[in-house]
């Protein structure tokens, strides 16, 4: 039985429409819909959920940098939907993904196609010996691929300081494993020996509504992250949290569609 | 009497040659040599001296991506070099800017004709002046022009955390001005109150040698800080630093050309 999945719906508008650019938070409020079907009670449960919640959704993607995202039948756009806790894993694999597969399904009041489903799970037992015993590199490099920010000290900090990445990333795994990641002192390794050796970043505006005038800012772009230290206890966590960041996502709105990474 | 002095020297080779892309410690060792004529104490004394000199010089720009520069008579190049004390001010502009003027000069064993200076000054006190009775604005834009970096916890920082950028220009303020900033709390306003709002930017890699194996990395681009205080007194002292930051550079080897900034 995995603990994590990740679902990747490619879907085609029925028809051309606009949209707000953001759409992380209709994603969410169409999953929680759906799930309310067949399991009111947790549905219920995700949406009083503080902090950070189980699940993620990238919201339609490939978003503009503008405040409008045009929907057209000859252009496909993608979602995912990932999901960090077992029980949750289970009911959407089981009970929701097997209704989605060549479906319409309605985002933000938009009829959209999904003309594919690909689908990748695993437990986060998977995810700690993958790493154990392979030779490491001293280099993890991400792709941010929608706007990631952090709040530190009440403020918000467009940046992927290595600490507010690594410490995002254990505090999730922290907060849904059941499993360590097998060192102690993790969070001294990511303080003393985890640098940026290249970046190449930017910021970009999200609302989530149209016109709207409150916004925020994250950084989309791509960073390779260098290990001081190269012993291969250490690396091999650190490799295991980069793998369940593809899953988890960094960073704050990551269930309204911010932070979303990819290992690269 | 100026305490602070910013030359700018258009300069075009008189032959073609190549020379490393990093000419900051050249350009370093050009003028502490063309001290050790006028005032070999002084010369000796910051050639010795250890933490941030008083005194940074830009390398010869536009600096190339690449390993290596290109000079061309057809191609003209800049080298800004600026004074944060009064000492070494006066003895600049008094007894070396004289000489260079319309004057041949010599960096990296190659011979550059000198077609025009630039000359800015201040006093620290000018700098607090300026902007103490202004309407300020919340947002201060910087470029930085040549690549940056931190060094904290023995680690090294490409990114413009504003603790990082702005208790960087406050070390420096209270380094060499016997003037204050005008506040005594700045940096609780610096940690609790400054964010970033926008930015675009992107690491270069740096070798002062052609070939060398060890190198560093620092960051150029864009970036807006935005304060969420609007106190006079808190904008004032983080305008002054900003104005003066210009004058003293930010970040590690500035003196060998690093972390140049203009606010823009």
Redesign the interface.
Known sequence: MPDLARIMLTLRPTHQDTVPAWTGRAAHAWFLQALQHINPALSERLHDMQGVKPMTFSGLQPAPDGELLTLHPARPLWLRITTLHPDLTNITLNGLAPQWEGAAITLHDQPLQVESMALETATYSDLVEAFRHKKLRRYIRFKFITPTFFKS?????????PELVFGSLLQRWQTFSTVGIGIDDFKDFM??KI?????????RKISFARGQRGYT?G?VGEVTFFS?AKEQAYLAAWHTLAAFGAYSSVGAQTSYGLGQIEVI
Request: proline share 9%; aromatic share 4%; charged share 15%.
């Open positions: 000290r009440g403020l918000q900090i467009p940046l992927p300081s303080h003393q640098t940026i050796d290249q970046h190449n970043i930017h910021t800012r950084f001081q």
